[in-house]
């Protein structure tokens, strides 16, 4: 990985690695403001219709059915939908919260939204109420598209992405640099063991040159003794 890129103006600055996250941040400063007034507008209608979405299912809990399987049916469905919005926080104007809102928000709407065809079959007795809810989902994901559509073709999102790329690669050269040093650690801290194990060899290998030299010496005397 190059250590240092170039960034082409009206001259050339060679950056180093380390410094382009804070380059990019003050160069697409504009672009951020931009994008975060354009994404609070998009999220808090977003929200609003989150809240809509909910008192409708408080109002439609408090309906009775003579059907008591679709009573069943419509309380669970109701208090799933409750509970979801009730996790949803509020949404800030920093980006990336407005950015982890708008992915909560498609999943939240996706869980409201998930029902098998017999469900939804029992829940004709509150068609009135389930029109409206339908209605506010579809509602909630042309925002949810609309909002991912203006962070994906921004040009700060790809400055962002850069920017987490060039932080990714930079964790990585510090992990590989840790690493390097405990195995450097660990090398040092194991050179008395190599240290000793060398001796011992050592030690062996003159028991084994002594032994040999006994061993022809008492070949030489039997020799001698014939």
Known sequence: MFERFRIFRHETTELKLADIPDFLA???KREKNEMEAKLSSSVQEIR???IALKDIAI???SKSSPNRYANTLKDKFCDKAIHV???LPPPSNHYEDMRKFTDMAHKATDAIGDMGIKEFKHLHAFQEDMTKIAEKI???ETGIGYSNKLVNN?????????KNDVLSVLETKKEINEIEIEISDLEK???????IIADEKRKIEEANSQLAKYASERLQIRDFEK
């Open 189 to 195: 801290s194991l050179q008395p063991i190599n240290n």
């Open 85 to 87: 919005i009730n996790d």
């Open 138 to 140: 579809r509602f909630l």
């Open 154 to 162: 921004s040009e700060f999102e790809k400055s962002e992405n850069a």
């Open 26 to 28: 003050d160069k697409f």
């Open 59 to 61: 109002q439609m809990k």
């Open 48 to 50: 609003k219709n989150f």
